[in-house]
């Protein structure tokens, strides 16, 4: 079996007896689903001797099996620099991430993405799955967000990872600038949070959507700028949710126009702290990302 860069190919001889195509495919590959080689097959991926086979296809002994995956890089290339990372091993990567970068690609963002960047690390584990665009994403940072985010560099790390997140058992910790001063020294925030159906790019809290809850506490206060440092924990992990909640209470985000906040390069929005179990040895981690420079000013 052989890899080649960012278009991987799986290879095989057949031996045995008499075997499906797909059933082969799925007891060779470890980690992969039957219903993902099956996939491949119907796009002609899968070939025997040469030629495009269907899945129930028997193999014969002697017989040559070739899987090419789908092509991660036939997106535009990512710029060749280096992504700052926080820790890597076999099972997943924690990368600081900085202000400007999509996680993965989406509508009109098809370039310099998070994981177009980090292909090389991840080709091994997630070839079969790189048609979806978002290979290893078990959570996201909005564009202009900035700090930590976690990686799987396999399908069984993402499951685990994933799960984590929706039994909230992952613990985020940020740190968020906002237009205005708290009168109450920490708060609770519960609302449903949906896209509003008159701007679909915003999120509101006034429609039907999902339940969201988030925490936060006042760090520091600027009187004469009418800005406050908080830190925030969100328990739910809802599109925009930070941004949404806050503004609704009447702090909108330094920087976040789109819901109201004073205009900036970005929202002043950090992921500063994430805490989750590993998913192959059980141990605690937590990832901590330092302020990046449009708020170090603000944690002097």
């Known amino acids: 079996m052989a890899a080649d860069g960012v278009n991987p190919e799986r290879s095989f001889v057949f031996t045995g007896p008499p075997e499906r195509l797909d059933r082969f495919l799925a007891r060779s590959l470890t980690g992969w689903s039957r219903t993902r080689l099956q996939a491949l097959i119907k796009k002609g991926a899968v070939t025997v001797d040469g030629r495009a086979e269907p899945g129930r296809r028997l193999l014969t002994p002697g017989e040559r099996v070739v899987l090419v995956l789908p092509e991660f890089s036939g997106l535009p ?11 890597e091993d076999r099972h997943l990567l924690v990368v600081d991430k900085p202000a400007g970068w999509v996680v993965h690609p989406a509508g009109p963002h098809r370039t310099e993405t998070l994981v177009q ?23 996201r940072l909005d ?3 900035t700090g930590v985010i976690v990686i799987a560099k396999t399908p069984a790390a993402a499951e685990n990872l994933a799960r984590q997140f929706a039994e909230r058992r992952v613990e985020k910790i940020y740190w968020a600038v906002v237009r205005g001063l ?4 920490e708060g ?13 790019h915003r999120m509101t809290t006034s429609v039907p959507g999902r339940w969201a809850e988030t925490e936060f506490r006042v760090l520091k206060t600027f ?41 900036g390069a970005r929202p002043l929005l950090h992921a500063h702290q994430l805490a989750f179990t590993h998913p192959a040895t059980g141990k605690k981690m937590i990832f901590k990302a330092p302020a990046p420079p449009d708020m170090r000013p603000f944690l002097v």
């Open 77 to 87: 290339a990512a710029a060749a620099r280096a992504v700052p990372l926080l820790h």
């Open 117 to 139: 960047r980090l292909w090389p690390k991840l080709a091994a584990g997630w070839g079969a799955d790189a048609a979806q665009n978002r290979p290893g994403v078990v959570h």
């Open 143 to 145: 564009k202009g967000t």
């Open 182 to 185: 708290p009168t109450e020294k």
């Open 188 to 200: 609770r925030i519960r609302s449903m949070v949906g896209r509003s159906r008159q701007e679909p």
């Open 223 to 263: 009187p004469k700028k009418n800005q406050t440092l908080l830190e925030v924990r969100p328990k739910t992990g809802r599109t925009h949710q930070i941004r949404v909640q806050m503004a609704a209470l009447g702090f909108p985000l330094v920087g976040d126009s789109l819901y109201g906040g004073p205009a």
